[in-house]
């Protein structure tokens, strides 16, 4: 099953989302945003992103080397649930020198 988007109201007001996998554990929380509309706008956003950023790994001593992820790697992780998912996809990565 796909992840999915959950927009809400927070107590301190405005509107931000929530980023779901599949099998419903927490990814992410946005930022705030002033209107939903502009909460829709950043789900957009995230799923431009999403389907073609870039990995920037700023882990200790990297400097924001890229990582260009596995394609079959991934493939074969979607077959996989939960944190597998995670997992199989981060043993399929290669940096880019």
Known sequence: ???????FEPPDGGYRFRL????????G??????????????ITVI???GAKGLIRDMTRGIHGERIHPLFTAVRSASRHHGSHLVHE???G?????
């Open 47 to 49: 799923r431009e992103i």
């Open 1 to 7: 099953m796909a992840g999915y988007f959950e927009i």
């Open 20 to 27: 779901f996998e599949g099998t419903g554990r927490l990814l």
């Open 93 to 97: 990565v290669h940096r880019l020198r």
């Open 89 to 91: 996809a981060v043993r």
């Open 29 to 42: 929380v946005s930022a705030r945003f002033p209107t939903k509309k502009d909460a829709v706008a950043g």
